[in-house]
């Protein structure tokens, strides 16, 4: 049986199939990869992304894309997820973001297993609605650790520690934020 074949993403790339990442990428190109679902998915197995121009690391379009795996350090936003949702971001380790971790503004997308640390602002940012963010550890935010701006989310078995406003900040939620569940570790 053939093994599969995967295309090799570089900078500047918009995957639209399976590709797999198994080199580092340092990239000055905003973003420096754009992945769009159903069919887009980004696997970092040994390599990740790192950013040289204050540029986005990810953007995530479309309708179900995944990503998953390695790091990705030094981008203004490290990831950026939009389009119509439903995306899975599993496994990932964002450092350093001059900006935000992790920026959700879609709906229905699932955020799990990362690790976000140094964030200038918040590391994780939920805008869009009936999200999940879970078993996260967030470190070292300059903002909130994770600031939730929709309805219908879950925040859900995460750490959070060492951020300068908040560990999990709440904003926006019609009718008093129902329908949310929230619970998880503060250290400060």
């Known amino acids: 049986m053939a093994l599969p074949v995967y295309a090799v993403p570089e900078c500047g790339d918009v995957i639209t199939s399976a590709e797999v990442l198994e080199k580092e990428l340092f990239c000055a190109e905003d973003p420096a990869l754009t992945v769009i679902g159903p069919s887009g998915s980004l696997t970092m197995i040994s390599g990740g992304i790192e950013c040289s121009n204050n540029n986005v690391g990810i953007v995530i379009e479309g309708t179900g894309a995944f990503v998953t795996g390695e790091q990705i350090d030094d981008c203004s936003i490290g990831i950026l997820v939009g389009g119509k949702g439903f995306h899975s971001i599993f496994d990932i ?11 959700v503004l879609s709906g229905n997308n699932n955020v799990a297993d990362c690790e976000v640390e140094d964030s200038s602002a918040t590391g994780v940012s939920i805008i869009g609605d009936n999200n999940k963010v879970g078993s996260c550890v967030i470190t070292e935010s300059g903002g909130s650790g994770i600031q939730v701006d929709g309805d219908g989310f879950q925040v859900i078995k995460n750490t959070v520690s060492h951020s ?17 569940k929230y619970c998880g570790r503060y250290l400060w």
């Open 93 to 103: 380790e964002v450092g350093d973001a001059s900006n935000i971790g992790i920026q």
């Open 164 to 180: 300068f406003l908040s560990g999990i900040e709440i904003g926006r939620a019609s009718g008093g934020g129902s329908g949310t």
